[in-house]
């Protein structure tokens, strides 16, 4: 029998750098690793190593959902949106850094997106849509600095608590993760708000603001647009 996947504590860690660049490395070379959101522990693979396709095939079993890229700053997630609307545009800076995905239809995909190898493109899905995913949680912003392209991840499971804690990733991903980063407590108990946008939505006009409560937290304000 094989031994489970190993699990480092960062919160335990001397020096939680060394983790980091360890985890970059991995990433780099082809490794599936488990990183924390701050909504809850998915598996992670480099987007332009040939793990990208299996981890795409593990967020459908795990959560009958595609995977979404994890990008570092708005400015990354246009290289692949260049024909987003200046709507578009503006989600991406009010939202972000956040617990919210945003999944764009053509023709707003394009760009860098169109520079992917073929099984990858197919992967993420990308004729049909792109998710992606600016996380606040600063374990998974210091590895996607250090690297020069994105993240994939795992669809968050939409069953409360399902990844609220790193064990239970190990237990849902089997042997499949090469190592798991243990960030602790994450900030919220609910998944990320996933939005599908397309130019035909809801005309700017219609977009108020709306607070939006979490049982675990404070009402978030999200922007008002007019």
């Given amino acids: 029998m094989s031994s489970p996947p190993p699990i480092f504590d960062l919160l335990r860690s001397d020096d939680p750098r060394d983790l980091i660049h360890d985890a970059v ?28 396709t299996r981890l795409a095939d ?3 079993a795990l959560s009958q959902a595609p995977p979404v890229l994890a990008v570092k700053s708005a ?10 609307s200046p709507l578009g545009r503006k989600l991406l800076r009010r939202f ?5 995905t945003l999944r764009f239809q053509p023709p707003a ?7 992917l190898p073929q099984e990858i493109a197919e992967a993420l899905e990308t004729p049909r849509s792109l998710g ?43 042997e499949t993760c090469s190592m798991l980063l243990d960030a602790g407590e994450l900030r ?32 978030v304000e999200f922007p008002k647009f007019r």
Avoid at 32 to 38: A, F
Avoid at 75 to 84: F, G, K, S, T, V
Avoid at 141 to 158: F, G, K, M, Q, S
């Fill in 75 to 84: 400015a990354e997630a246009l290289d692949y949106l260049p024909r987003a």
């Fill in 132 to 174: 992606f995913r600016l996380a606040g949680h600063d374990v998974l912003l210091a590895i996607l600095r250090l690297l020069p392209a994105p993240l994939i991840l795992t669809a968050e499971r939409t069953v409360e608590g399902s990844g609220d804690s790193v064990r239970k990733l190990a237990d849902a991903a089997g």
């Fill in 58 to 60: 593990m967020s459908r």
């Fill in 96 to 100: 972000w850094p956040g617990p919210v």
């Fill in 109 to 115: 995909i394009g760009g860098l997106a169109q520079a």
């Fill in 188 to 219: 919220y108990t609910l998944p990320t708000v996933s939005c599908m946008w397309t130019t035909l939505l809801v005309p700017p006009s219609r977009i108020c603001k709306t607070r939006w409560k979490r049982p675990d937290s404070n009402p």
């Fill in 25 to 52: 490395q991995r990433l780099f070379q082809g490794e599936i690793l488990g990183l924390p959101t701050e909504t809850q522990y998915v598996a992670a693979a480099y987007l332009l190593s040939p793990a990208a």
